[in-house]
Nanobody, 125 residues
Framework: QVQLAESGGGLVQAGGSLRLSCAASGRTFVLYNMGWFRQAPGKEREFVGAITGSNDNLLYRESVKGRFTISRDDAKNTVYLQMDSLNTEDTAVYYC??????????????????WGQGTQVTVSS
């Protein structure tokens, strides 16, 4: 069993930054297949980015490239999502998730087995 807990969301003005954290517990090597997703009201959950493998392969959706950065701290069993240059379209509930099968696509939320509770990010204009 894997438990994931996000934190760090909040209200920020456009152009600002936030750093989300996802603390994992319950299983080793969880951080090797972690994804970040978001869901805005009335929209489907969408892929934001992922960090996979022991060599930290990083993958991002096009709209966040250059603005968002995923990293991890193995000692703290935590994955981070640093979000810079935020805009109103980034407003959503953000989720971290763990994918047990590393061979499955990282961008499909259906491939993830465990999810955090989500943290709200609101960007004001």
């Amino acid at each position: 069993q894997v438990q994931l807990a996000e934190s760090g969301g909040g209200l920020v003005q456009a152009g600002g930054s936030l750093r989300l954290s996802c603390a994992a517990s319950g299983r080793t090597f969880v951080l090797y297949n972690m994804g970040w997703f978001r869901q805005a009201p009335g929209k489907e959950r969408e892929f934001v980015g992922a960090i996979t493998g022991s060599n930290d392969n990083l993958l991002y959706r096009e709209s966040v490239k250059g603005r968002f950065t995923i990293s991890r701290d193995d000692a703290k069993n935590t994955v981070y999502l640093q979000m810079d240059s935020l805009n109103t379209e980034d407003t959503a509930v953000y989720y971290c998730a763990f994918k047990a099968n590393r061979f499955l696509s990282a961008t499909n939320p259906a491939n993830y087995n465990y999810w955090g509770q989500g943290t709200q990010v609101t960007v004001s204009s």
